[in-house]
């Protein structure tokens, strides 16, 4: 899925505003219910799949 008016990374504070460019790198693990169960609001690409994972167990 691709964010390209930025109307999703506003919704969760990835970004400012529409016009900010690009949102920040974060991500979210969200439950079935929608709720958001854990953020991560720094992320470094080479590590965030193993933690993630590591979250989910």
């Given amino acids: 899925m691709c964010d390209e008016d930025l109307a999703v990374s506003v919704a969760y504070d990835a970004a400012e505003n529409t016009d900010a460019g690009k949102a920040n790198r974060i991500s ?12 991560y609001a720094k992320v470094k690409a080479g590590d965030h799949p193993e933690q993630v994972l590591k ?3």
Avoid: E, Q, V
Avoid at 28 to 39: E, F, Q, S, V
């Fill in 28 to 39: 979210y693990i969200i439950g079935p219910d929608g709720n958001i169960l854990k953020a």
């Fill in 55 to 57: 979250d989910l167990s």
